[in-house]
């Protein structure tokens, strides 16, 4: 459910998006293949799939500016060793749905750009765009303090 719950803007939309992604395993689980990967990470295959077609069902607009190299912004450590999860949690949920997206692929998930690119179908630059403004929207937030306590 906390995997939904960073893609989605409110807890009954991660409800939806987790009982679809279920659904379709149970549909699915003949295809499983323990020799391609584990079940845990064919399951969250499945559920990050689920929550970006969730995200494009939305029709969420992504941003066609492109940016070459994406901005490397500083954000001080005790800012963010400060907060609990949930406030960090809360900032990314403010993002724009595409731009969240990318945020949680690159950062949570560990997906490089070229993937992302692939996943969203988007070109690598607009992935390297939207985390970058991701990186901007959640440094200004911190500075602002408007994030929910």
């Not at 939309?13 to 064919?42: C, E, G, M, R």
């Not at 490397?72 to 403010?94: G, T």
């Not at 993002?95 to 692929?105: D, E, M, Y």
């Not at 602002?144 to 306590?149: D, I, K, L, M």
Request: hydrophobic share 35%; with cysteine.
């Amino acid at each position: 459910m906390s995997l939904c719950v960073r893609y989605t803007k409110c807890e009954d939309d991660s409800k939806l998006v987790l009982n679809t992604a279920f659904f379709k395993v149970f549909k699915n689980i003949h295809l499983f293949d323990s020799t391609k990967a584990s079940l845990y990470t064919w399951i969250r295959k499945i559920v990050i799939n689920s929550c970006l077609d969730h995200i494009k069902s939305k029709k969420s607009t992504i941003i066609a500016d492109e940016l070459h190299e994406a901005e490397s912004i500083h954000i001080e450590p005790d800012i963010s060793s400060k907060m609990k999860a949930e406030d960090i949690l809360n900032l990314v949920k403010n993002l724009p749905p595409a731009t969240q997206a990318v945020f949680n692929l690159y950062i949570m998930e560990g997906y490089g750009h070229k993937e992302i690119a692939e996943l969203l179908q988007i070109s690598e630059g607009t992935s390297k765009w939207h985390l970058s403004e991701a990186r901007k929207n959640l440094k200004q937030q911190l500075e602002n303090n408007t994030y929910s306590e």
